[in-house]
Nanobody, 122 residues
Framework: QVQVVESGGGLVQPGGSLRLSCAAS????????MGWYRQAPGNQRELVAI???????SYANSVKARFTISRDNARNTVYLRMNSLKPEDTAVYYC????????????????WGQGTQVTVAS
């Protein structure tokens, strides 16, 4: 049984920093792309950053130069370092992972974390 759990959210002042973590666990054969999405009240869920299994990254324009995504393949973990946070970054952040479960050689499914709240306010 595969699950994805994120943590690290909280309340931070504008200009501050947070690091989010997300670990996949269970019967995992391999993990393809991992990433972070966010959803603010009244908005659609949007892509923040993604990272492939070999380390290629992509960011939303709104977070480029401020956020950094990374992963530790040995720990099945993806991170999002958020610097220079702005009030408009306030949202629930969701971890995403495309995972091939044990017993499968190539068929992958999408998994989502439960979300962690990030609030940027003074």
């Amino acid at each position: 049984q595969v699950q994805v759990v994120e943590s690290g959210g909280g309340l931070v002042q504008p200009g501050g920093s947070l690091r989010l973590s997300c670990a996949a666990s269970g019967s995992i054969n391999s993990i393809y792309t991992m990433g972070w999405y966010r959803q603010a009240p009244g908005n659609q869920r949007e892509l923040v950053a993604i990272i492939t299994s070999d380390g290629a990254t992509s960011y939303a324009n709104s977070v480029k130069a401020r956020f950094t995504i990374s992963r530790d393949n040995a720990r099945n973990t993806v991170y999002l370092r958020m610097n220079s946070l702005k009030p408009e970054d306030t949202a629930v952040y969701y971890c995403y992972a495309r995972i091939v479960a044990s017993g499968r050689s190539s068929y992958a499914n999408d998994y989502w974390g439960q979300g962690t709240q990030v609030t940027v306010a003074s």
